[in-house]
């Protein structure tokens, strides 16, 4: 279940950020957006290792995850093989 501030919605101009299929966006310094402990408190917005390492410099995020970049796949993947035992 997602709490009511999982979503942001908003402009998305400013600091170039990839996306996982390999695209970018534009995030702006003073848009809301959510940043560093902030957005990993969000269920919603929290892609834990799989934020690039564009992403994790443009939203504060760097020192706050791991140092690997892992895909959601490759998490989900962890995961199932920690299920099965």
Do not use: Y
């Given at each position: 279940?997602?709490?009511?501030?999982?979503?942001?919605?908003g402009?998305?101009?400013?600091?170039?950020?990839?996306?996982?299929?390999?695209?970018?966006?534009?995030?702006?310094?003073?848009?809301?957006?959510?940043?560093?402990?902030?957005?990993l408190?969000?269920?919603?917005?929290?892609?834990?290792?799989?934020?690039?390492?564009?992403?994790?410099?443009?939203?504060?995020?760097?020192?706050?995850?791991?140092?690997?970049?892992?895909?959601?796949?490759?998490?989900?993947?962890?995961?199932?093989?920690?299920?099965?035992?």
């Amino acid at each position: 279940m997602r709490g009511r501030g999982d979503k942001w919605r908003g402009p998305v101009v400013g600091v170039m950020v990839g996306t996982s299929c390999g695209g970018s966006v534009r995030i702006p310094e003073q848009s809301g957006v959510p940043r560093g402990k902030d957005l990993l408190a969000r269920s919603g917005l929290n892609k834990d290792a799989a934020f690039t390492d564009d992403e994790r410099g443009a939203l504060a995020l760097r020192g706050l995850l791991p140092w690997r970049v892992a895909s959601i796949e490759e998490q989900v993947s962890v995961e199932l093989e920690h299920l099965g035992r």
